[in-house]
């Protein structure tokens, strides 16, 4: 049977990025060169900058890119940014409920605060002749 793998992209400045992840053992692969032999170390710190955080994770999945275009920089950001999309998306459960940044009960308390308020505004600039 074949891992599932799932596919993110990323861009930053000129430079792109394709990040695949599968269930693995821990391998980083950038274009396929592992991550350890790029030459350029501030580059190679901010590529495994996400992997960083993500405790036993990282020891599970295997993450292959490809990445072109734009300076070693660009690429570097791209890759990181993909990455971190992968990692989320590889941890987030399909079945979540969507997150909305206020309940539907806060929205109607929002808006009804807000009337209140413009009430009152109403109320205090009244024109007098």
Known sequence: ????????FAT????????YITKGVG???INNVPVEMIPQETAREVILAPLEITGDLRD??????????????GQASAIATGITRALIGWTKSKKEPKDHPF??????????????????????????L
């Open 1 to 8: 049977m074949i891992p599932k793998t799932e596919i993110y």
């Open 27 to 29: 391998k980083v692969r």
């Open 60 to 73: 599970k999945i295997d993450i292959s890119v490809r990445v072109r275009g734009g300076g070693f920089m």
């Open 12 to 19: 930053r400045k000129t430079a792109s990025a394709h990040v």
């Open 103 to 128: 309940p539907k009960s806060d929205k109607k308390n929002q808006r009804n605060l807000a009337d209140l308020v413009q009430e009152e505004e109403n109320k205090n600039h009244t024109v007098r």
